[in-house]
């Protein structure tokens, strides 16, 4: 069975989705669209704007999921047996598989981008990815921290993200390189994704999406909230609201598409960080 994956916040960078614009006159047209749609010009910051723009979250998750979804609309090769989408991939993956229009999702994205915007700038959080211990350690320092610190994205048996306040994210990490953890990278993000913090976020995003339109997915979406099968158009729109303040189960979700019947991954988006988690992740499955 083929599974398709499409990536979130990182894979970005400047000149991304020019190629298809030149290429194909449906990409040109949608691309087009975008602009018209947003009321801006996506397409020049994303072609030959300053990456300092472009990696701001607002025009960051707009540019991945304008990409990502063309590349689905203008290829004869998308044909999953079942997709899923890590964090904002999510996104990509339900407008490719059509359980809402591109224009929905553009929509969709944009408001929620505009929104953690928002909570990252009126916060001061973080987030760090911790290489080499166990899940469950670092879980337990979590919890035992006074601040609100938690796991934010389960990537790989080796990596783990973990988010939240910045002071109680320096805390743990201190603590972390002492009991034996063997990198720490703190990431270049002003927010504390997938964390309680951005409570605020999932409340106005909730609101929002109940007026976005949803079908039942033909094909089955492992979400990040559960790491399951998802086809119910009801399922989805609620797990998309709970992801803004729940970890990412991206390793859970592979493991189960693997069980599930999965032999290959196509990862469709900007670069191929994705397609390194698999191989961990595979060679780890038992």
């Known amino acids: 069975m083929k599974a398709y994956l499409f990536p979130g916040q990182g894979s970005q960078f400047i000149g991304m989705g020019k190629d298809l614009y030149k290429k194909s006159h449906l990409a040109k047209e949608l691309f087009r669209l975008s602009d018209e749609i947003l009321g801006f010009k996506m397409t020049s ?86 290489f080499g211990l166990k899940d469950s350690l670092i879980e337990d320092v979590c919890k035992q921290d006074e601040g609100i610190i938690v796991p934010s994205n389960y990537n790989s048996p080796e990596q783990l993200v973990i988010s939240g306040e910045i002071q109680a994210l320096k805390r743990v990490c201190l603590i972390l390189k002492k009991i034996g953890a063997k990198k720490i990278l703190v990431l270049p993000v002003h927010g504390a994704f997938h964390s309680p913090i951005m409570e605020p976020a999932r409340k106005k995003f909730k609101k929002f999406i109940n007026k976005i339109y949803f079908q039942d997915s033909k094909y089955p979406i492992y979400q990040n909230v559960t790491a399951l099968p998802v086809t119910k158009s009801y399922d989805i729109k609620k797990n998309l609201v709970k992801q803004l303040t729940t970890p990412v189960k991206w390793k859970q979700s592979i493991k189960n598409m693997i069980a599930h019947g999965a032999i290959s991954f196509t990862e469709i988006g900007p670069g191929n960080i994705l397609q390194g988690l698999i191989k961990k992740i595979s060679r780890n499955f038992t």
């Open 45 to 130: 910051i994303m072609f030959e704007g300053s990456m300092d723009t472009l990696k701001k979250t607002k025009y960051t998750q707009l540019a991945i999921y304008i990409y990502s979804v063309i590349k689905t609309k203008t290829s004869n090769d998308f044909k999953p047996d079942m997709v899923a989408g890590h964090s904002l991939g999510e996104f990509s993956a339900l407008a490719a598989i059509n359980v809402f229009s591109f224009e929905d999702g553009l929509k969709l994205v944009n408001q929620r981008a505009s929104i953690m915007q928002n909570v990252c700038e009126s916060t001061h959080g973080g987030m760090a990815v911790v």
